[in-house]
T-cell receptor, first 115, second 110 residues
Framework: DSGVTQTPKHLITATGQRVTLRCSPR?????VYWYQQSLDQGLQFLIQ???????AKGNILERFSAQQFPDLHSELNLSSLELGDSALYFC??????????????FGNGTRLTVT | LAKTTQPISMDSYEGQEVNITCSHN???????ITWYQQFPSQGPRFIIQ???TKVTNEVASLFIPADRKSSTLSLPRVSLSDTAVYYC???????????FGKGTTLSVSS
């Protein structure tokens, strides 16, 4: 158990809809990362927050947004969903701002299916 | 960010030692080398991290030559449960995040 909790585990929704994915980091971790994994794209970095502030941005679509709250949990909002957004969405946390000298701890992901 | 190159797939049998080599010719002075393991439908799991020479933990060893242009993850006596994708990552910059490549799919057979 990594200590990172993601909810829900599964989500099925229709195109055009909006969903919110939730992540609770390990106790004491200040950084939260969001990754998307689909079969044809591998693990894609979306966005990182550190202590409530956006720290790094990857290939995150404009239809997607995220935030980290004062209690350090994070939410990833996906809107105007398309079939291609179907994927596993992982949240990870670490104790440091840099992900390279502080191991990331991943949750078990939210599987999003857009129909 | 230093680009990494690793084999797409490897096959092994239970009980054998497996060595996965990662090439990172453009590694920077301050870069760390980190390996993660991922099972299907699970998030990646940190295995080991090193900067130079050799690092060993209860799961694996990481060998890094003096020029640091490559590294080798060594898994002793693999079992069926070691079947997974293994990712090699290199970097150090704050303000960037881990970029995962395709990884190496290790298949262990009995």
């Amino acid at each position: 158990d990594s200590g990172v909790t993601q909810t829900p585990k599964h989500l099925i929704t229709a195109t055009g809809q909006r969903v919110t994915l939730r992540c609770s980091p390990r106790s004491g971790d200040l950084s939260v990362y969001w990754y998307q994994q689909s079969l044809d794209q591998g693990l894609q970095f979306l966005i990182q927050y550190y202590n409530g502030e956006e720290r790094a941005k990857g290939n995150i679509l404009e239809r997607f947004s995220a935030q980290q709250f004062p209690d350090l949990h994070s939410e990833l909002n996906l809107s105007s969903l398309e079939l291609g957004d179907s994927a596993l969405y992982f949240c990870a946390s670490s104790g440091q701002a840099s992900s390279y000298n502080s191991p990331l701890h991943f949750g078990n992901g939210t599987r999003l299916t857009v129909t | 960010l230093a680009k990494t190159t690793q084999p797409i797939s490897m096959d092994s049998y239970e009980g054998q030692e497996v060595n996965i080599t990662c090439s990172h010719n453009n590694i920077a002075t301050n870069d760390y080398i980190t390996w993660y393991q991922q099972f299907p439908s699970q998030g990646p799991r940190f295995i080991i991290q090193g900067y130079k020479t050799k690092v060993t933990n209860e799961v694996a060893s990481l060998f890094i030559p003096a020029d640091r242009k490559s590294s080798t993850l060594s898994l002793p006596r693999v079992s069926l449960s070691d079947t997974a994708v293994y990712y090699c990552l290199v970097g150090n910059q704050a303000g960037t995040a881990l970029i995962f490549g395709k990884g190496t799919t290790l298949s262990v057979s009995s």
